[in-house]
């Protein structure tokens, strides 16, 4: 089982991005799944998550009102819709995944499964 971001680049302040990440692999487990950022010299953070029905969201305070995460489970896509990217976004973004058993909105450790990650950076 693996997750593939994709979907960062350069972007002005101001813009937006739509990062996208697919699991692939056998699993047999209903993922809930979640969408993290590190700077440079930063500890990293949770920025949004998901539950498995997409029932269920959570965001960081930094991100309410300008990010969107959703997903697409027949496609085994999560997203992250970025609006109003300011300087401060800049990071690399990295998907995960936890079993829907042992998720909560608030989870931010002992994901299981991690993507490469994804540069994304926003330029003043």
């Known amino acids: 089982v693996q997750l593939v971001e994709s979907g960062g680049g350069l972007v002005q302040a101001g813009g937006s991005l739509r990062l996208s990440c697919v699991l692939s692999g056998r699993t047999y487990s209903s993922f809930a799944k979640a969408w993290f950022r590190q700077g440079v010299g930063e500890e990293r953070e949770l920025v949004a998550a998901?539950?498995?029905?997409?029932?269920?969201?959570s965001y960081a305070d930094s991100v309410k009102g300008r990010f969107t995460i959703s997903r697409d489970n027949s496609k085994n896509m999560v997203y992250l819709q970025m609006n109003s990217l300011t300087p401060e976004d800049t990071a690399t973004y990295y998907c995960a995944a936890v079993p829907q058993g042992r998720w909560s909105p608030t989870l931010t450790i002992n994901y299981d499964v991690w993507g490469q990650g994804t540069q994304v950076t926003v330029s003043s």
């Open positions: 998901i539950s498995w029905s997409g029932a269920v969201t």
